[in-house]
């Protein structure tokens, strides 16, 4: 058997059967373009089959080395890829620079950073391997631009023609001259490969004399040459390159057709995602952040849960009769999590810490909690299980502690705190949560109305409105 024909088989173990079917015909039938940055909520959709169980059909598909995992901090403007990195850990918390755009950015895992599949070489060569052999165009569309920006084939060819006045590829050593007539709109002289920009400002009266511009290309480019004014009418642009590889200057017109041809979007896979994802949890424990690292989240959602009166239990039924409803209780809830697109972030004695993307997984899966206990203890003919919940959704750190990927931050301290106010089966949600409106609907659904209330919470110094869920 060969070495790809045994990750195939285990992966079919490991993942679900039909997502593990899919990834085979892909690569061993998929186009050059479709294996390389694999938008996987993309395929997903195309394909039919859950976004979970794909997520992690391609993780299980990663770890046995069918594909490299990439993290691509993006551009929120143009979609551009500003940086690439194989793992987690170097990933940076300072400022990206977008040359196209002109705008620095720090890297929030919310939206700015994409989680992308490629295949390995060792299993399947494809042209994206050798990026500086891709075609300019296709070097745009595979390196350059994120999966996430949404091209159609045909308006690309269309509209590329309307936003490009000219492009070449320039090898590495060699000089090039653009004979170009500028039109009296603002234009970006942009190379994708260094990411380096020249911004001109057309205005004024055209002119027939022609006008001058060089631009040289080094290992260590300027991200951008500023904006310079020039009149509408002939310009000599002269290129030098001298940065060792070869570059792919073009000249974009930055207007309506522009923005179209890239504003289009697709949802993809999010860091912030991965970080709540329980197969990327268990799977890729050593692709976690550094000691010294804090990656900034806008928002998530966490949920706490702690067994009520777990002591008097185990004093009332005795060490191993409580150990047994205690393993099936923590049993029943991270399954409830997991199943919510959520991830566990650590137990801590009776308690669950949890994490999900948006507050209508949290509290889907709290009420899975309560009705979850309910069974258990109509098998046990008892009332001995008793989940304390408690939500809050906002911004936080992405941190290392205790040797494990974990979260920092007063929105943390919050999620803990509003758990403790339950005092039996009632969940206890915050504002940002309860005025999701999502959540909103979810409750209505259920016939649930919450109980609004003032809590002064322990460390918090003004009290805050909490809601109740009966």
């Not at 979609?79 to 950015?105: F, I, M, P, Q």
């Amino acid at each position: 058997m060969s070495d790809t024909e045994a990750q195939f088989s285990v992966l079919k173990q490991t993942a679900d059967p039909a997502v593990a079917d899919a990834i085979r015909d892909l690569i061993e039938n998929g186009e050059d373009h479709q294996l390389n940055r694999i938008n996987v909520l993309d395929f997903s959709a195309r394909s039919g089959l859950d976004e979970e169980r794909v997520i992690s059909g391609f993780l299980h598909a990663s770890r046995l080395g069918l594909f490299e995992l990439t993290w691509n901090v993006l551009c929120p403007g143009c979609g551009g890829v500003l940086d690439a990195h194989s793992t987690l850990k170097s990933l940076r918390h300072d400022d990206y620079h977008c040359g196209l755009c002109a705008c620095g950015y720090e890297a929030s895992v919310d939206e700015q950073v994409e989680v992308a599949f490629t295949v390995s070489p060792r299993v399947r060569r494809i042209a994206a391997h050798d990026p500086n052999t891709l075609p300019l165009w296709e070097y745009y569309k595979q390196i350059f631009w994120s999966s996430g920006v949404d091209f159609n084939e045909e308006s690309f060819a269309e509209l590329s023609n309307e936003v490009v006045l000219d492009a070449l590829e320039l090898p590495a050593g060699e000089k090039a001259v653009l004979s170009l007539q500028l039109p009296p709109q603002f234009i970006i002289v942009f190379e994708p490969v260094t990411h380096s920009a020249q911004f001109i400002d057309v205005q004024g009266e055209p002119t027939k004399e022609r006008q001058q511009l060089s631009m040289l290309y080094n290992k260590n480019p300027t991200p951008t040459g500023g904006t310079i004014t020039m009149r509408p009418g002939p310009l000599r642009l002269a290129l030098d390159n001298q940065a060792g590889v070869r570059v792919l200057p073009s000249v974009f017109i930055a207007a309506e057709a522009l923005h179209h041809l890239i504003g289009k979007r697709k949802p993809f896979l999010t860091a912030k995602r991965m970080l709540t994802n329980q197969t990327f949890r268990d799977v890729f424990k050593a692709d976690n952040l550094n000691v010294d690292q804090r990656l900034k989240i806008t928002s998530l959602t966490f949920l706490f849960t702690d067994l009520k009166g777990s002591t008097a239990l185990y004093e009332r039924v005795g060490d191993l009769a409580a150990f047994d409803l205690v393993r099936a209780h923590f049993q029943a809830l991270l399954e409830i999590i997991s199943s919510e697109k959520g991830a566990v972030v650590k137990t801590i004695g009776d308690a669950v810490m949890a994490t999900f993307v948006r507050p209508e997984h949290a509290i889907v899966a709290g009420l899975r909690m309560r009705a979850a206990m309910d069974v258990l203890n109509a098998q046990r003919g008892t009332q001995d299980l008793v989940v304390k919940i408690g939500i809050h959704e906002g911004p936080c750190l992405a941190v290392m502690l205790n040797e494990r990927q974990d979260y920092f931050g007063q929105t943390v301290n919050i999620a803990a705190r509003v758990q403790s106010l339950s005092t039996s089966q009632e969940m206890h949600i915050t504002g940002p949560v309860n005025d999701a409106p999502a959540v909103a609907a979810i409750l209505r659904r259920e016939s649930i109305t919450p109980i609004q209330k003032q809590a002064a919470l322990r460390g918090i110094a003004d009290k805050i409105v909490v809601y109740e869920i009966p």
